[in-house]
């Protein structure tokens, strides 16, 4: 722990999340709000990051991602239950759970398969969810403010802190599970699972814990989702897109940093903002130009960018 | 990239900035001019027969507004003297795309009110918004009941009926018309709205009609899946010969072309609480003795005739945009004119331009003239429209060569709307006590 | 322990369909011996390493390590057991340096459970690393990527790999197949000696006939998944089938290892 | 008796629907091994332009049979110009890349021809009823039924028959099967890979716009209505083994009769019968019923 925040990238990312919690004080409501979504939306992006380092992609993360943010409002709606903590804690442990079920079956997968019968997963999630009225129908719930120790915020802004204290806690313990001799694994399975295998590892269970940890971030991206927006409902929270949403962000961001998906969700964020308020008409057609532009001309995502910005070429492993 | 994308935070960063120190200096002294967001489809499937038909009856009613070119009572200019500008918003993209645009609108276009939200899965979730945010909502065409029942809304208002009353309405018209009928079944979408407006339309049966027996199998495809052979032979093959549906925008169409070839509606009754702008749409396509409504008095209900102010917006609304308007127009144009006289009496009374307390003073229990009728905000401690509703049978004039609605019969609010206080579903379990229109 | 066979393979079976890729073999390797396994391509050296090491598994017959049955275990259980193998074609992490590949090896060996939380780069695994690497004198390589690595460099560090978790039983797949003439004895001379310090018992797959005479304290020959023959190198070699359908068309066909299979088969 | 009939025959119609909707996605992957969401824009582009030509004829008085007509050019110049355009102009440059990123490019293909429809068409729906009101109904089984969705059965048979004809028949087919089972071998062997993807990506693009063009008449063609084909495509083409058109045959009835046995006994499940299957298939057999199952790699 004291090592990895000795790290250089590390003071850094630290040092940005500090800059944006304090950032809250003087930007105005809609921008921390946009910042707000960014960041919980990039916590399922960091989970999708550790899953792609070792070629996996799940075209399914909505699943996780629904119900984080499912928890969250059937907490409240059916047992009261409005704390901060308590939110996030029930939203990672739903997702965690349901995701190390699953992945005894998605361990199995690879390339295209495991994307889609993810996707397949997802799908039957949303039917559900969309059918049954006692889990609010199409409409889904409302989710009230959030209290924290039975306190009662009278704006958003300790919520908005909040996130980007978990956010940033998470980004650590990715870091560091990242340089864990676990960790490490990712690049080694996605060269040569054979050999993993020969070093007495098996590639399963390495995978499975990868998955389960994506699942939990997203699950806890969901929760705060719920949170930050007020509303659930299964099209914006489960359908196929909102997957679809989580990969593009993903791949927008790039590989290079457990930082770059917060930067990809925001951009991301004020990206669809614009969009749709200089052309309600073509906003799809501004967010696909943009994915085709970074697939092109930023195959390392905006990380890539960032770096060449800073000087220091070459992308880093971890 | 970066310089767009550097460019992008920079502008939102300062624009931000700008808007705040606005907010701390905005004098409630005479305004010449408010913002208001107008919210509806403009893409998707819903945004031909709903979205931009009713953008158009706001723009329509705005401009006129603006100039003061309104017949009596609504010639005076402007709203409180103000110009309204709107800002209008794409209502498509899933409800947490709507709470995220609603909060845009609000803290980062500052806009003084918000009119629109079409489908119920946006209203529902926008509201607590609103009231989170303080800022004065009016919801023109979202027909969930449960907006008002979850509690009171501080800044929502709706000036318009919803769901409950259209399929007790539908019910009451089966008694009138079709009271011989054996049974009854549905095709809804599946999805709240339409998994609701049956089960409305189930209960009120229940109460108004006993003697017609409840089908084991409606139907409940997904919303916008095009493809109703299957479900078509399903309805064909069960005895029930009344079909209540609350089909929309592109489902009501494809269902009633793939269902017209095959006779259907030869065989069955379809009822159709929400398909009208179809009528106007398939033309002499659409069949003949389908029961159809405008949930209100609107559209091609009223087309032909009524008050003055209905005939000026009829002509207004074709010379401008060459169509009749349809529901929404006149439910997005009634909307606009809720605001106007709010604003105006807010005014009479503050003596100087109103703030946002005092116009939402006046629009609590507000009631008014609309094109098609009285309106009243009697409802949700004022904050919930009531007015009558009505259905008639589809048919085809052909001097005028236009699809027309014969055997119109409107019901009084009294009798298709729950008396304040109870929710729609309470009220229809209980076999709708205080209904004026039980026998 | 001492007279009890390390490894003892008995009635060993393997068919792929129609093909018998191994009949009725039956090998026992007492402890520390260097064992050289030969035979045409297609003859089933490959497959009966892949079986020992969990990669397939057999149709019948049984295998006992140290006196424990591990038939038809998993491969990562093969490892814990005390077996490991190096692959025909080098099985590295091509995205990897020399170093990081090393690492990894050698951290899965010596870590288990929530130790495999510490990060990678440890001081004792790093000194541990450069020792390995000079021992193999691929040093200078540290921190090359793999996929830029020689066929004999990486034959080495893929041998490395295997060996650093200091398994008892070792199974080299062709350690010199892909190798330049001139490499071949220096990878053989490193990796030998290497493992004669450790006393580990070698089992290795060998086209090369000059390797097999100078390595190995035994010789068993391969011919359509069955054993033709069991004996020193010396006495193996001259045997007369041996001579015919091993080294015969070997010799024949020293360069393309193809044609010489369409003869052993045929 | 009669209900069996008729789900039978649902199930069946429902199954050409997506068996025309799915044979151009499984084509496509199986030889450029591209999972291509702009699928559902083909789809699209074709039924608006059916229903706009067919409307167009109506209007200039021609006979309603001339529609056929409209819908079968529509998806040929569909194919033809969007096809040639996406392949050529961003599928090409990126045959080297992860198979996830091309298919995050043809998602953002189709985010864009999504609002370009927008722009070109309008959101007013269209409509193209006339063939489908010429062709009139027919008593099958105790109800009526309209021929043109009995036709949609016969042009899948025409599809599928046409499909195995072209791969097993054709020298053209050959090639094909010699690029799907392995692209290194046949470039080796001096086939123009590069000629061959063009073509199938242009066939392939067709079919998806014939599913839309040869759909259109029965619905009313409105924007955002292909984002639904391309989920079901997929689940199809999964179902069935990817890149195998008897797989996507069989995926299609497979479903399209579980769809329909649903929808009459029990409705409720309809939503979400076909990810069901899918998830399901994919557990047991995770490379589909029919694409040769490959070896794994542990």
Known sequence: MTDILAEKTVRWIALAFLATALASFVLPDWIVNNLMFGL??????????????????????????????????????????????????????????????????????????????????????????????????????????????????????????????????????????????????????????????????????????????????????????????????????????????????????????????????????????????????????????????????????????????????????? | MTISIRGLLKGAVISGLAATMALTSMPVAAKDKIKVGIVSFLSGPAAGPFGVPGRNGAELVVEALNKGTMPAPYNSKGFAGAQLEPVFVDESGGNTKQVAEYRNLVQKQEVDAVIGYISSGSCLSVAPVADELKRLTIISVCGSPRLFEEGDRSHVFRTTGHAVGDSVAASLYVRDKFADAKGYTGINQNYAWGQDSYKFFDLAMKTLNPNISASEKPQFPKIFAGQFGTEISTLSLDSAELVHSSFWD??????????????????????????????????????????????????????????????????????????????????????????????????????????????????????????????????????????????????????????????????????????????????LEAGMPGSTCLK | MSNQPILSVKGLEKTFGAVVAAKDINIDVTKGEIVGIIGANGAGKTTFVNMVTGYLKASGGSIEFEGRDITGIAPRRAVHAGLSRSFQVSQVFMSLSVMENLLTALALARRKGTSLLRPIHEAVLVEECEAILKHYEIADYRDQTASTLSQGVRKLLDIAMAVVGNPRLLLLDEPTSGVSIEEKFGIMDIVMSALKSEGTTVLFVEHDMEIVERYVDRVIAFYQGEIICDAPPAQALIDPRVRELVIGEEISTSDTGEGGTEMANA | ?????????????????????????????????????????????????????????????????????????????VGAVLGLL????????????????????????????????????????????????????????????????????????????????????????????????????SMAMGINVQAVSVATFVIGATLGALGGAYIAPTVSVAPGFAVDVIVLGFAVVVIGGMGSIPGALIGSVLVGLLRALTVHKMPELELFVIFIVMSVVLMFRPEGLFAPAKARKI
Request: charged share 15%; net charge neutral; aromatic share 14%.
């Open chain 1, 40 to 318: 919980a939306r990039g916590l399922a992006v960091l989970g999708l990051l550790v899953l792609w380092r070792t070629g996996l992609m799940s075209f399914g993360h909505g699943l996780y991602f629904g119900l984080g943010a499912y928890t969250v409002a059937l907490l409240e709606s059916y047992v009261g239950i409005t704390d901060l903590f308590l939110r996030i804690a029930a939203a990672v442990t739903v997702a965690a759970v349901v995701g190390f079920v699953l992945g005894f079956i998605l361990r199995r997968y690879r390339d295209i398969f495991f994307a889609m019968l993810s996707l397949a997963f997802s799908m039957v999630l949303y039917g559900i969810l969309a059918k049954t009225e006692a889990l609010g129908s199409t409409d889904g719930f409302s989710v009230s403010q959030t209290t924290i120790f039975g306190w009662q915020p009278g704006n958003k802004q300790p919520l908005f802190i909040a996130i980007t204290a978990f956010a940033f806690v998470a980004v650590i313990l990715v870091q560091i599970y990242l340089r864990s001799t676990l960790g490490r694994l990712t690049t080694g399975i996605r060269d040569n699972e054979i050999r993993v295998e020969y070093l007495g590892y098996s590639v399963a269970q390495a995978i499975h814990i990868k998955y389960v940890i994506s699942t939990a971030l997203a699950g806890a991206a969901g929760g705060m989702m719920a949170m930050a927006l007020g509303q659930v409902d299964p099209d914006s929270m489960v359908y196929w897109t909102v997957s679809g949403e989580l990969v593009f962000i993903t791949i927008m961001a790039g590989p290079g940093s457990v930082a770059a998906p917060f930067i990809g969700a925001v951009i991301f964020e004020f990206l669809r903002t614009y969009a749709f308020e200089l052309a309600p008409y073509a906003w799809q057609l501004i967010v696909g130009t943009t994915l085709l532009g970074i697939i092109f001309f930023l195959p390392g995502g905006i990380w890539s960018l960032l770096e060449k910005l800073r000087g220091s070429g070459g992308r880093h492993n971890v």
């Open chain 4, 86 to 185: 996406i392949e050529r102009v961003i599928l090409r440059r990126m045959y080297d890349q992860e198979e996830i990123l091309i298919v995050l490019a043809t998602f953002g293909i189709f985010l864009i021809l999504e609002d370009v429809i927008l722009l070109v068409f309008g959101v007013n729906p269209y409509f193209a009823y006339q063939p489908m009101a010429y062709l009139g109904s027919i008593e099958l089984g105790g109800i009526t039924r309209d021929v043109y969705s009995l036709t949609l059965f016969a042009l899948a048979v025409v599809i599928a028959v046409m499909c195995w004809w072209g791969l097993n028949k054709t020298r053209w087919g050959l090639l094909l099967v010699a690029v799907i089972h392995d692209k290194e071998a």
């Open chain 2, 250 to 427: 592109g489902d009501i169409e494809a269902f009633v072309l793939q269902a017209s070839v095959r006779g259907f509606f030869k065989e069955k009754q379809f009822i159709s609480t929400l398909g009208a702008s179809a009528v106007d749409r398939l033309g002499k396509k659409f069949p003949k003795g389908v029961v159809m409504g405008t949930r209100g008095e609107y559209g091609i209900l009223i087309r032909r005739g009524g008050s003055a102010l209905n005939q000026w917006f009829v002509k207004a609304y074709r010379d401008k945009y060459g169509a009749y308007p349809l529901g929404p127009s006149y439910q997005y144009g009634q909307a606009v004119l809720a605001l106007k006289l709010a604003m105006d009496k807010a005014a009479e009374k503050a003596g100087t331009f109103p703030d946002q307390d005092q116009i939402i003073d006046e629009f609590k229990g507000l009631s008014w003239d609309s094109f098609g009728g009285k309106i009243s905000l009697s409802q949700g401690n004022g904050h919930q429209a009531v007015h009558p509703v009505g259905f008639g049978i589809t048919d085809w004039d052909d001097e005028a060569g236009e699809p027309v609605i014969k055997d119109v019969k409107f019901y009084p609010s009294e009798c298709v709307m729950p008396p304040a206080g109870q929710t729609g579903l309470q009220w």
């Open chain 4, 1 to 77: 008796m009669d209900t069996a009939f008729t789900i039978l025959l649902d199930g069946l119609t429902y199954a050409s629907y997506l068996f025309i909707v799915s044979a151009g996605l499984t084509i496509i992957f199986g030889v450029m091994k591209i999972l291509n969401v702009a699928h559902g824009s083909f789809y699209a582009w074709g039924a608006y332009c059916s229903a706009y030509f067919v409307g167009q004829f109506a209007e200039m008085g021609l006979p309603d049979w001339t529609g056929f007509f409209a819908i079968a050019g529509s998806a040929i110049l």
